[in-house]
């Protein structure tokens, strides 16, 4: 896989967040999925999935920047600042974290299955 491939899942998995369907996210995220948020709190696929069906975040704009994608095998890390303009139930907030996506393959799927997102200090 070539980190322009990863660069296209990428655009897919943050398509699929702003459109808020659960269905195309279900297929990008390993059943294995550790999600730490921003904030600290940290999800499951499940429950990721859940939050994203009942609206407890509805993305609204993600932008990235720095960009930086590291390929080894079967593994790709994605590291970037993203800017996140979204509402956590219902409440409108703008997020700008660190990121670290950990994509893997297995039987020729690429699926996420970790993302860690670090708070950018004020």
Do not use: Q
Request: aromatic share 6%; proline share 2%; with cysteine.
């Amino acid at each position: 896989m070539s980190p322009k491939e990863i660069v296209e899942l990428e655009e897919r998995r943050y398509r699929a967040m702003l459109a808020a369907d659960v269905a195309a996210l279900s297929k990008l995220l390993d059943d294995r999925l550790t999600y730490t948020h921003s904030s600290g709190v940290v999800d499951t696929k499940m429950s990721y999935l859940a939050g994203v069906r009942d609206k407890v975040w509805e993305y609204k704009a993600i932008a990235r920047e720095g960009e930086r994608i590291v390929v080894h095998g079967d593994c790709a890390l994605v590291f970037c600042r993203l800017r996140i303009d979204l509402a956590v139930r219902g409440s409108p907030r703008t997020v700008d974290s660190n990121a670290l996506t950990v994509w893997v393959r297995e039987e020729a799927h690429w699926r996420v299955l970790a993302v860690h997102s670090a708070a950018v200090p004020a």
